[in-house]
C-alpha cells in the first residue's frame, strides 16, 4: 500500500490521492478550518484502523472541484459548516442517500436530511457592550433595528452564510415583508461598514466603537477559554443574550456533511459518519471546538460553553434555511447590507 501525505491545501500540486476502492482509507474533503477537528480524526483512524485523507479548502473549492472530478471524484465524504452551505451542495446532487440506524437513532429529525447530517450546532445570539446597552432593550433579533439602537450596531456583511441563515430564519419566521423592515432598520442603526469576523465585532462592541452585534457562540466560548489578558479584558466588557426566547427560540446553524455518490469507500464513508455522531465524536466538537453536540447523550465537559448556560433553540428543520436563503440575499443587498 502506498503511504500517503494528508492534504492540507488544494494549492499543493503535489498532492495526490487514490482512488483504490480496496484500500483502507478515507477520503475526507473539508471546508471545516478548526485545528482542534486533527485530535477527531486521528481518534477514527485509531478506532478503525481507517486511514483519512483531508483536503482541506474553501467551499466554492471543494464543490467546484467535486464536480469537475464527477463520476471519478476520490471524495468519500464532503464536511463543512451552514446549513445553507450543506443544502446548496444536495442541491448539486452531489450526496448519496445513507440509511444507518444509528444516524437516524441518534441525529434528531430537524437536523438530517436523507443527504447530509448536522454532527454539532452553534447558536446566533446578541451580544452587547454592559457599560452602554440595557440588555432588556435587545432580547429579540428584532430589536437590532429599532430606532433605540441608533448608530449602535456592528454586524458583519450580510453577504456571510452566517447571516444569510439568520435571515432565511427570519423569512421563515416573520415573512418577507417584515424581514426587509428588518433589515432595513439594521443597516440604519449600523455604527459602521460591515467588516471583519464575528470576533471583530466582539472586539469592537468592547472597545466601545458599537454597542451591540451578533456572533456565533463558538467565538464567544473561544474567547472566554482564552488565557490571555486582552481577551480577558474583552469578554469582562459583553453580555450575551439568548435572542427570541419568548418567540420561536435563538436560531442555530451546524456543521455537518454526507457521502458523496461517487464515494469509492462508500463502507468506510458511512462509518465516519456514524463516528461522528458516537459519544467520543461528539465531545470533541462540543470540548474542541466549542460547539454543541447533536446527540443528546453526548457529554460536554467545557466550562464556557457551560458558563452560557442553556436556552431555547429555534426547532426549526434546517433544510429549510437553505429555501429562503437567496430571498435573504436579495433582502439584504436591497437594504445596503454588504
Ligand atoms: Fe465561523
Request: glycine letters at 8%; one cysteine or more; a positive charge.
Amino acid at each position: 500500500m502506498p503511504s500517503i501525505r494528508p492534504c492540507l491545501f488544494l494549492t499543493a500540486a503535489i498532492c495526490t490521492l487514490p482512488a483504490l476502492a480496496q484500500e483502507n482509507v478515507l477520503n475526507l474533503y473539508s471546508a471545516r478550518h478548526y485545528q482542534t477537528d486533527e485530535a477527531l480524526y486521528a481518534n477514527f483512524t485509531r478506532n478503525t484502523g481507517i486511514k483519512i485523507n483531508r483536503i482541506e479548502g474553501k467551499e466554492d473549492e471543494l464543490l467546484e472541484r467535486i464536480k469537475n472530478e464527477g463520476a471519478n471524484s476520490p471524495a468519500d465524504v464532503f464536511i463543512t459548516v451552514d446549513a445553507a452551505r450543506l443544502a446548496q451542495a444536495d442541491a448539486l446532487g452531489i450526496f448519496a442517500p445513507v440509511k444507518s440506524r444509528i444516524l437516524e437513532d441518534r441525529i434528531p429529525n430537524n437536523l438530517r436530511s436523507p443527504g447530509w447530517f448536522a454532527f454539532s450546532t452553534r447558536a446566533r445570539v446578541i451580544i452587547y457592550n454592559k457599560d452602554s446597552i440595557n440588555p432588556s432593550d435587545v432580547q429579540k433579533y428584532e430589536d437590532l433595528a429599532g430606532t433605540k439602537l441608533k448608530g449602535k450596531v456592528c454586524v458583519r456583511s450580510g453577504a456571510h452564510p452566517y447571516n444569510l441563515s439568520l435571515g432565511s430564519a427570519l423569512i421563515q419566521h416573520l415573512g418577507a415583508q417584515k424581514t426587509e423592515e428588518w433589515a432595513n432598520g439594521l443597516v440604519a442603526n449600523f455604527a459602521r461598514t460591515p467588516k471583519g469576523g464575528d470576533t471583530d465585532q466582539i472586539r469592537a462592541v468592547a472597545a466601545g466603537e458599537c454597542g451591540v452585534s451578533i456572533s456565533n457562540t463558538y467565538y464567544i466560548a473561544r474567547l472566554l477559554r482564552s488565557a490571555k489578558p486582552e481577551d480577558k479584558k474583552v469578554m469582562e466588557k459583553i453580555g450575551v443574550v439568548w435572542p427570541n426566547q419568548s418567540t420561536f427560540g435563538t436560531h442555530i446553524n451546524i456543521s455537518g456533511g454526507g457521502m458523496l455518490k461517487s464515494a469509492p469507500h462508500k463502507e468506510a464513508a458511512v462509518k465516519f459518519l456514524e463516528y461522528l455522531s458516537s459519544d467520543e465524536a461528539q465531545a470533541y466538537f462540543a470540548n474542541g471546538n466549542n460547539e454543541w453536540p447533536v446527540v443528546k447523550t453526548a457529554k460536554v465537559n467545557n466550562p464556557a460553553l457551560e458558563s452560557l448556560g442553556t436556552f431555547k433553540p429555534d426547532s426549526l428543520n434546517i433544510g429549510i434555511l437553505s429555501k429562503n436563503t437567496a430571498q435573504a440575499q436579495k433582502i439584504f443587498d436591497r437594504a445596503g447590507w454588504r
